[in-house]
C-alpha cells in the first residue's frame, strides 16, 4: 500500500498550491491537507503544523530533487537543466517580439497580406502566421459597428429573458486589453527608463509627475497668473531611495549638483 508523504508546509496555502502546479507537471500526485482549517483560522495554522502537501512514497524521491532544483533557482526537465531567471527573460523577449510585431501590424495593415515580409529572429514563421491569423480577428472586431433597430430594441426590452444592452457591447473586453498593450508599446521611449538616479545609482527609476517638488513660490505665481499653467512638473523619481531629479541631471553625480 502506497503511503503520502510530506513534502513541503507553510502557513500561506498559496506557496502549496505553486509548488503543486509545478510537480504535477512532472506527472507528480499531490494532495494538500488542513487548508480549510488555516483558511477559516489563520491563527490555527502554527497549531495544526500548517498546510501540508503531500506526495505517493514512491513519487517522494522525484519530487524533492525538483523541489532542491527550485530552490537553486534551477529547472529541469527530459532535455537538460534550466535557469529559471533566463526561462524568464526569454519569455519576456518573446511577449515583447510578439507585441512588436502586433504594433507595427495596425500601425501598417497591408502587412497582414505580406506576413512574409515579417522578420523576427525570435519567433519562427508558424509563430507569425498565428499572429497574423490574430490580427486579421482584431481587424475584423476592429470594423465592427453599432446596428440598431427598434423591432429588435422591443423584443428585447419586452422578453425579460433578453439581454438589451448587448447591443451596446459591439466589442468584448479582452479586445480592448489587447488594444491598450499594443498602444502602450511604444508610448514611452526607452530612455524614460534608462536614467540613472545621481542618488543611489539605481536604474529603477522612472520619468513622471514628481513625488517631491511639486511647485515653488515662483512656480504657484506664474500658475496663478497664466491659467492653466500646469502646477506639478515632471521630475524623474527613483523607486529605490526615494530621490527626484531633472532628467539632465540623470548622468551628473551627487557632489556636482
Not at 199 to 215: E, F, L, Q, V
Amino acid at each position: 500500500m502506497i503511503k503520502l508523504e510530506t513534502l513541503f508546509s507553510s502557513n500561506i496555502p498559496v506557496d502549496c498550491h505553486i509548488l503543486k502546479g509545478r510537480l504535477e507537471c512532472e506527472s507528480i500526485d499531490c494532495f494538500v491537507f488542513d487548508e480549510n482549517i488555516v483558511w477559516v483560522h489563520p491563527f490555527r495554522a502554527v497549531a495544526v503544523g500548517g498546510i501540508k502537501l503531500k506526495v505517493p512514497s514512491d513519487q517522494l524521491d522525484l519530487a524533492k530533487k525538483i523541489v532542491e532544483k527550485i530552490k537553486k533557482g534551477n529547472l529541469f526537465d527530459e532535455n537538460g537543466e534550466y535557469k529559471i531567471a533566463e526561462i524568464l527573460h526569454s519569455e519576456y523577449e518573446r511577449q515583447m517580439e510578439v507585441l512588436r510585431i502586433k504594433f507595427e501590424t495596425r500601425k501598417n495593415p497591408a502587412l497582414i497580406d505580406k506576413p512574409i515580409e515579417i522578420k523576427s529572429t525570435i519567433l519562427s514563421q508558424n509563430d507569425i502566421d498565428l499572429i497574423i491569423d490574430s490580427e486579421k480577428d482584431f481587424q475584423t472586431i476592429s470594423n465592427k459597428t453599432f446596428t440598431f433597430t427598434w423591432k429588435d430594441f422591443f423584443y428585447e426590452l419586452f422578453d425579460f429573458n433578453r439581454d438589451v444592452f448587448k447591443y451596446l457591447r459591439t466589442r468584448s473586453v479582452e479586445y480592448y486589453l489587447d488594444k491598450e498593450i499594443v498602444d502602450n508599446y511604444k508610448s514611452k521611449s526607452s530612455s524614460d527608463f534608462a536614467a540613472i538616479c545621481p542618488n543611489c545609482k539605481s536604474n529603477n527609476t522612472r520619468n513622471g509627475y514628481a513625488i517631491d517638488y511639486k511647485w515653488d513660490i515662483w512656480y504657484l505665481i506664474l500658475s496663478l497668473l497664466l491659467a492653466p499653467f500646469p502646477l506639478i512638473r515632471k521630475k524623474t523619481h527613483c523607486f529605490d531611495c526615494g530621490y527626484d531629479f531633472k532628467r539632465q541631471k540623470a548622468a551628473t553625480n551627487k557632489s556636482d549638483m
